[in-house]
């Protein structure tokens, strides 16, 4: 495996980034995840806009245009001869001293991570995954706002921990006031008779790619599908519910809190949508050619 760090391809065993870098130190840092299918990366470009945008946020120069940024991306898929796969692109604050003064980080870090995914088994997708409600709240937008992907994930990984000791994979997190945010690494939707349901972003949640793929599919379709707020009860009296995320695609939840959802099995207008987002997949995206 090559990886890339501000412009070289280094082996696996020689990526390697300084221990005084805030990334490491501090989580100082954003990223994102991309996915290419059969040599067409999927929304490149939007995934681009939010890296940047989430540097923005946090006032982290990226030393590259976003044009070189594409071609770095596609390059990466390349040199490790990847017609479908997921790409990792970080960009941390760079090497400082041991304070937290971003203003001693002279240089942004660069890094792209081209691999190979399969998040869930297959049999999760065809038979839906079963997942927990817990307690850890999002964190607070007006604190640290999820829509900024940054390299702090502490809160996301403490209600991932909740769900591992419940002994499911994903775990469906809340506002502080208690409304149904979205998962550890996941948008989540809800459908009640023939209608579609998902948090708003001003609730706390990452405005996901694949949530407004999702959007776009269900308003394309003549499914409606609303923003709107969601409690427990919406989940428990649900049709059907599934998750959205680059890397976990579209995947059916059968069952929450170890009550089943609808009939217990992946829903009508859920499999719909999957197929219709695979379908995308196959045909939209930046073109690239593997040796
Ligand atoms: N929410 C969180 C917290 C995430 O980390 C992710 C995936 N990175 C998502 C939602 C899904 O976003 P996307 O569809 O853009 O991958």
């Known amino acids: ?8 391809f280094y082996d696996k065993k020689d990526a390697k980034i300084s221990v005084l870098d805030h990334g490491l130190l501090y989580g100082d840092g954003v990223f994102e995840g991309i996915r290419a299918y059969n040599g067409l990366v999927f929304k490149l470009e939007e995934h681009i806009d939010r890296l940047f ?8 120069t990226i030393p590259m245009t976003k044009k070189k940024l594409i071609e770095a991306t596609i390059l990466s898929l390349r040199e490790n001869g990847l017609k479908n796969g997921y ?6 604050r760079g090497v400082g001293d041991l304070g937290l003064d971003p203003r001693k980080c002279r240089n942004a870090t660069i890094i792209i991570i081209a691999d190979k995914i399969a998040l869930y088994p297959k049999t999760f997708y065809q038979k839906g995954l079963e997942v927990v409600t817990v307690a850890t709240p999002r964190n607070l937008p007006e604190a640290l706002n999820p829509q900024i ?47 579609l349901c998902t948090p708003p972003v001003y609730l706390g949640i990452l405005n996901g790619i694949t949530r407004q ?29 599934f998750l959205t ?43 690239y050619s593997v040796k």
Do not use: Q
């Open 245 to 287: 995320g680059t890397a976990a695609e579209v995947i059916p939840v059968i069952k929450i809190d170890s009550r089943p959802i609808g009939t217990g099995k992946p829903g009508r207008i859920t499999r719909e949508l999957m197929r219709e987002f695979h379908a995308l997949t196959k045909k939209e995206g930046v073109r």
């Open 53 to 60: 945008e989430s540097a923005k946020s946090i006032m982290l």
């Open 149 to 195: 992907k940054s390299l702090n994930y502490l809160n996301n990984i403490l209600a991932k921990v909740s769900a591992i000791n419940s002994g499911v994979e994903e775990a469906i997190m809340f506002s502080w006031d208690g409304h149904v945010a979205e998962c550890t690494g996941d948008n989540i939707f809800v459908v009640k008779n023939g209608e």
């Open 213 to 241: 793929v999702i959007i776009g599919i269900a308003r394309k379709n003549k499914f409606p599908c609303t923003e709107k707020i969601l409690t427990r009860h919406d989940l428990f009296i649900a049709d059907e519910v």
């Open 1 to 8: 495996m090559k990886i890339y760090i501000d412009g070289i």
């Open 87 to 92: 790409i990792r692109l970080v960009v941390t």
